[in-house]
Antibody, heavy 119, light 107 residues
Framework: EVQLHQSGAELVKPGVSVKISCKAS????????MHWVKQRPGQAVEWIGVINPESGGTDYNGKFRGKVTLTVDKSSSTAFMQLGSLTPEDTAVYYCARGDYSGDYFDYWGQGVMVTVSS | DIRMTQSPASLSASLGETVNIECLAS??????LAWYQQKPGKSPQLLIYNANSLQNGVPSRFSGSGSGTQYSLKINSLQSEDVATYFCQQYNNYPNTFGAGTKLELK
């Protein structure tokens, strides 16, 4: 069974960084791209970026370039997203989602991580 | 970036009714369109991909259609478990972009 298990909720102060993990199981981790998206209440989901776990190659939404760094650890089948210089506008639920092999739609999603940025 | 305009923003329908949700892309996305269902407090689930392909395990009362810039999701014979928010996603170009969502409630 394909599963994406994300790390727990984060409460952080403005200006700091946070690193979220997404552990994959039930499939060949390096065979599928991993995407990350942001969801805020009442707003459209935003695509943050994608990483190819085999090569480590990345593509970022220009809006998040410089804010986000995507990495993977192939040995543990885990993808990571680091969010830097956090502001209250970064308060959201962040999901990892597996990209299907035939297109960049998302066939499996993590459970989401609530990141709250507050002083 | 490709803009996805989704309508309606909210919808109230009766059990057994047929509902339609639309997504309009700001440019041709060549059927690179997916639909998701999200229930409160849960992760989104893929319903439709490539505009009209039903994801494994999704009930056949869900269907997708469209081409070019105009796409729609149809739910036949609405069931109580279909109460959710639905949104579209284009994946023809990076950055992938999403519709703002349609909240479906029972009348």
């Amino acid at each position: 069974e394909v599963q994406l298990h994300q790390s727990g909720a984060e409460l952080v102060k403005p200006g700091v960084s946070v690193k979220i993990s997404c552990k994959a199981s039930g499939y060949s981790f390096t065979s599928y791209n991993m995407h990350w998206v942001k969801q805020r209440p009442g707003q459209a989901v935003e695509w943050i970026g994608v990483i190819n776990p085999e090569s480590g190659g990345t593509d970022y939404n220009g809006k998040f370039r410089g804010k986000v760094t995507l990495t993977v650890d192939k040995s543990s089948s885990t993808a990571f997203m680091q969010l830097g210089s956090l502001t209250p506008e970064d308060t959201a639920v962040y999901y990892c989602a597996r990209g299907d092999y035939s297109g960049d739609y998302f066939d499996y999603w993590g459970q989401g991580v609530m990141v709250t940025v507050s002083s | 970036d490709i803009r996805m305009t989704q309508s309606p923003a909210s919808l109230s329908a009766s059990l057994g009714e047929t509902v339609n949700i639309e997504c309009l892309a700001s440019e041709d996305i060549y059927s690179d369109l997916a639909w998701y269902q999200q229930k409160p407090g849960k992760s989104p689930q893929l319903l439709i991909y490539n505009a009209n392909s039903l994801q494994n395990g999704v009930p056949s009362r869900f269907s997708g259609s469209g081409s070019g810039t105009q796409y729609s999701l149809k739910i036949n014979s609405l069931q109580s478990e279909d109460v959710a928010t639905y949104f579209c996603q284009q994946y023809n170009n990076y950055p992938n972009t999403f519709g703002a969502g349609t909240k479906l409630e029972l009348k």
